[in-house]
């Protein structure tokens, strides 16, 4: 991003009538490490990649509950996403206290949407410097919208925000249209994929990311390291074909067999009939 | 001409006992289930008892309008006390947030008594009593209501130390075992039905331990 004279003041214009000050916030977020989110009917699954700054740090917190029925997955400036996540906790219990009922998460956004907007219309402000993946439960179903520092707010079937989210961009789209009946399993399975799709051929540990499920009957809840070494394992059992940005996968897929479990392998290849032939087969 | 007096009173009384004991490793808080306002039964069937975290329960009689807006406070300031700490409260920080909460309306009170019983961070039993504006107290066992003018000289006369001024202090947790403390309470409450009218109908007994929560009801005389 360049330099000019309108990009100073978030009140400022320019002549195109573009808010640099907003767009330059949008740019933080791309900065942030990776936060993934997929919903089906029933579920929404929140991914993130763990980042710390050193060797002798521990990583930031990038998920976040909010409620039994709603969460938050941030990329960005973790500071303001954590002051963010203490709004809409409050919010809920607020909410709560008054119904006696969940908050509905279309409601929560807007309310996120708004208080993002003032940050760009005050002179003695700046915008938020966090994208928020909100995923959540309400009698409508689950949800899964993404808030942007610009005040927007758009909901989602699955996306993905923060450094190298095209990647995971990519795969999800090829995948998203089955995802509105995948099962708990494959909806994690494919957050997964899509977080390892961001790690550029790094391999794929339950120590390098987060994973948070929420669902029908089921409340927010992160997922442990085992948990979730566990799946790893298992989708990264069967040897896959080349398929793109797939190449480290066959080395990492012999790791996995071997500490991995026989009878799994011939589950996976059970339900090895994907219904979308024509797609790479790295996603059986 | 005479000064005007109110003629509406914000407050009502629905009556009913409560109790708790504490034990070594236990506590028992029990409550009736009857709920009423001035010679009438409101309902047989009200619980007066409240979990507010893992091993905290409170028993509350008095105005239960007041008391169920006590008991959402309570639980919403547990809530945020979880995501701050990333734990559950423990009984003696509930106590005192108990005592801030009815203290702080001290000039239009909480009509509610209270009796907080649960686990300390050891794991022992511990009891906390409560007047209407949140003055506190850690004790071995209590009750509060209606019918605790005739449950405590009893409960004094099973449980308290021989003499307070015995050296050293005894510890201010009964040496009843938590089946011997339960039909201690049992007891307790058939002999307060007799007598006082606003208690009967069902006791809710909750038992605290190490292992948990459970629940148990006793029916009581229903006149």
């Not at chain 1, 521990?58 to 960005?76: E, L, M, P, R």
């Not at chain 1, 206290?97 to 907007?117: C, H, I, M, N, W």
């Amino acid at each position: 991003m360049f330099r000019n004279q309108y990009d100073t003041d978030v009140t400022t214009w320019s002549p195109a009538g573009r808010l640099f000050q907003v767009e330059y916030a949008m740019e933080a977020v791309k900065q942030g490490s990776a936060a993934i989110g997929l919903r089906s009917k029933t579920h929404v699954v929140l991914a993130c990649v763990n980042k710390a700054n050193s060797e002798l740090s521990s990583h930031q917190k990038k998920i976040f509950k909010v409620d039994d029925h709603i969460g938050v997955a941030i990329a960005g400036l973790t500071a303001d996403g954590r002051v963010l996540s203490r709004y809409m906790r409050s919010e809920c219990i607020n909410h709560s206290f008054t119904y006696e009922s969940p908050l509905p998460v279309g409601r929560l956004v807007v309310q996120l949407a708004d208080k993002a907007q003032v940050c760009t219309q005050r002179s003695w402000k700046r915008p938020f410097g966090v994208g928020l993946l909100v995923g959540g439960l309400d009698e409508s179903g689950a949800h899964l919208y993404y808030n942007c520092p610009s005040g927007n707010y758009f909901e989602y079937q699955a996306f993905a925000i923060g450094s190298r989210s095209q990647a995971a961009k990519t795969y999800l789209e090829r995948r998203f249209e089955n995802f509105v009946d995948s099962s708990w399993d494959d909806l994690i399975k494919d957050a997964l994929i899509a977080t390892r799709e961001t790690l550029q051929g790094e391999k794929l540990r339950s120590s390098i990311c987060t994973v948070a499920v929420m669902g029908v009957g089921e409340p927010f809840h992160i997922l442990d390291q085992e948990t979730v070494q566990q799946l790893i394992d298992k989708f990264e059992l069967v040897v896959e074909d080349e398929g793109p940005a797939a190449e480290p996968d066959a080395a990492a897929a012999e790791e996995g067999a071997e500490e991995g479990d026989a009878a799994e392998q011939g589950g996976d290849a059970g339900q090895g009939a994907a219904p979308d032939e024509g797609v790479a087969p790295m996603e059986i | 001409m005479t000064k005007q007096q109110a003629n509406w009173s914000p407050y009502d009384n629905n009556g009913g006992s409560c109790v708790a004991v504490a034990g070594a490793d236990y506590c028992v808080v029990a409550a009736d289930t009857r709920m009423s306002t001035g010679y009438s039964i409101l309902t047989r069937d009200y619980s007066k008892i409240c979990k507010l975290a893992d091993k905290c329960v409170m028993a509350s009689s008095g105005f239960q309008a007041d008391v169920k807006a006590l008991q959402k406070l309570l639980a919403a300031r547990h809530l945020i006390y979880q995501q701050q700490h990333n734990k559950q409260m423990s009984c003696p920080a509930m106590g005192q947030l108990l005592s801030n909460t009815l203290y702080y309306k001290r000039f239009f009170p909480y009509y509610s008594f209270n009796v907080l019983g649960g686990l300390d961070s050891e794991g022992k039993g511990c009891v906390f009593t409560y007047d209407a504006v949140g003055s506190y107290e850690r004790v071995g066992y209590s009750s509060q209501g209606s019918g605790s003018t005739l449950i405590m000289p009893f409960l004094d006369n099973q449980l308290k130390s021989p003499s307070p001024l015995l050296l050293p202090a005894l510890d201010a947790v009964t040496p009843l075992s938590e089946s011997e403390a339960v039909d201690l309470v049992k007891t307790v409450f058939a002999s307060a039905t007799e007598r006082d009218i606003y208690t009967g109908d069902k006791l809710e007994i909750v038992v605290i331990n190490a292992e948990g929560i459970r629940r148990e009801y006793i029916e009581l005389r229903k006149d």
